[in-house]
């Protein structure tokens, strides 16, 4: 099994709610991602997780909040975002953080802030 | 920080016609990862190249390192509508020396029409 699943694929959501974007793998990979990608742009590394543990946070503003429970778990909690934020939220993962280790993407969740 | 640069931005061929993309890396590279995302879609893993000069072929898709490790091509023989999507190169690049975090080239966005 190569699939990397995210919920929700789609989610509208106003300025002053607080959500939640689930990510979950079942291919023993120790190392999991966070990416934002705007329209026509390649994805831009928000949060990397090495071992359930943050490993490299790309300076994401507080208004993002992630959270590793377990190793096939990844989340992504949302309060007060801005209309700016809407994007292609995209999970990853890998077998580690080694320079040669692939990674396998999620099929992303589409968020709106309105 | 690292840049890794595609080029054309945008290519629209008629079915059967080659194409190529070159990825252009500020600084030397340990490998190259290429992706492939269809519109609408996540990134998919293609390749990965390793050795100084390397060349692979899956199918009508031809991938090369330069012999630098600065640099990279993609080249697709007798496109198919199949074909379309944007192709992303990455280069892994680190801040620590251990962690990795991938780099992803601005990307070449393929049309193919009959």
């Known amino acids: 099994d190569t699939e990397v699943t995210q919920t929700p694929k789609h989610l509208v959501m106003g300025m002053t709610n607080k959500k939640s974007l689930k990510c979950e793998q079942h291919?023993?990979?120790?190392?999991m991602y966070w990416y934002k990608q705007k329209a026509k742009k390649p994805p831009e590394l928000m949060f990397v997780?090495?071992?359930?543990?943050?490993?490299i946070n790309e300076s994401v503003p507080s208004r993002f909040s992630p959270e590793c429970p377990n190793s096939s778990l990844l989340n992504l909690h949302l309060h007060a975002l801005q209309p700016e934020d809407s994007a292609l939220y995209l999970c990853?993962?890998?077998?580690?953080?080694?320079?040669?280790?692939?990674?396998?993407f999620g099929p992303g969740t589409r968020l709106t802030v309105l | 920080g690292q840049q890794v640069m595609q080029i054309p931005q945008y290519q629209h061929v008629q079915e059967g016609e080659d194409f190529t993309t070159y990825c252009n890396s500020s600084?030397?590279?340990?490998?190259i990862q290429w992706y492939k995302q269809r519109p609408g879609g996540h990134p998919v893993f293609l390749i990965q190249?390793?050795?100084?000069?390397e060349v692979k072929k899956q199918k009508r898709l031809t991938f090369q390192f330069g012999e630098a490790k600065k640099n990279s091509s993609l080249h697709i023989t007798a496109t198919q509508t199949t074909d379309v999507g944007t192709y992303f190169c990455?280069?892994?690049?680190?801040?620590?020396?251990?962690?990795?975090?991938?780099?992803f080239g601005t990307g070449t966005r393929l049309q193919v029409t009959l």
């Open positions: 990853a993962s890998s077998q580690d953080l080694g320079w040669t280790d692939t990674q396998y």
């Open positions: 291919m023993g990979h120790r190392a």
């Open positions: 990455a280069g892994p690049t680190s801040d620590t020396g251990t962690a990795s975090k991938l780099t």
């Open positions: 190249l390793v050795k100084s000069g």
């Open positions: 600084t030397t590279l340990s490998n």
């Open positions: 997780y090495s071992y359930e543990k943050l490993s």
